[in-house]
């Protein structure tokens, strides 16, 4: 019988956690949504033959349920959201305490990354996550999406090209040298929340803006009720 080891069960439920959070906006249907994953793939695990990759396989059942919890999520015109990012400054609640101001900027900042990444459809934000997320190959990610290959890789360039323009105009994170004036930025550099995304690009290494976020911002693994 075929069963998950302690270690897949981190990696997996990690990454869909990550996946289902940036497809759902409301924090509390993508934690079920990634919940029920879980649960298909144990109920499903028996059936498992090793006919392709394990992670082919989870990967496709939580495309599939994330998908359909997904499927009345609104797509966002990039001018709507410049609106709104322009709009009237945050401020930190009053009832919260000095000590969790970092975490509950961070988390208003996760939510952005979430809206902001609702310019692109269902599917193309998924196939995006696969690749500059998840680093999956374009071969696997056609497999979970039974799409052509080339469609993925021009999807993935689609998508890069069209977040990283607005990031690029609208982001002081994602571009110290931009005049960005967004409703987080007095509160973002109050916790000099750039300097830990340099460091991160300091290492020398081609990291995507949004796997940074998943090493900065809170981190979110729904199946951790599970084991």
Request: proline fraction near 1%; charge should be positive.
């Amino acid at each position: 019988m075929n069963v998950l080891s302690e270690a897949d069960i981190k990696e997996y439920g990690k990454m869909i956690s990550v996946l289902s959070n940036r497809i759902i906006s409301k924090k509390e249907i993508a934690q079920e949504a990634a919940q029920e994953v879980w649960i298909e793939v144990i109920k499903s695990m028996p059936s498992f033959r090793n006919a392709s990759k394990l992670s082919t396989w989870i990967y496709t059942i939580a495309k599939r349920v994330i998908f359909k919890y997904a499927k009345n999520e609104k797509i966002y015109s990039l001018s709507f959201l410049h609106d709104f990012l322009y709009g009237d400054d945050v401020n930190l609640p009053n009832n919260i305490e000095e000590k969790e101001n970092e975490i509950w900027i961070k988390k208003e900042c996760d939510n952005c990354l979430t809206g902001l990444f609702h310019c692109l459809t269902n599917e193309s934000r998924m196939i995006y996550l696969f690749r500059d997320v998840i680093q999956l190959q374009y071969k696997e990610i056609a497999e979970i999406m039974d799409r052509d290959e080339q469609y993925v890789r021009k999807t993935v360039s689609r998508s890069r090209g069209k977040l990283k323009n607005f990031l690029n105009r609208e982001c002081r994170i994602y571009n110290t040298e931009s005049k960005c004036k967004c409703r987080m930025n007095k509160l973002i550099e109050s916790i000099n929340l750039t300097r830990e995304y340099q460091k991160i690009r300091d290492m020398g290494k081609h990291i995507s803006f949004l796997r940074q976020a998943e090493m900065i911002l809170p981190s979110k693994n729904y199946w951790d009720k599970f084991f």
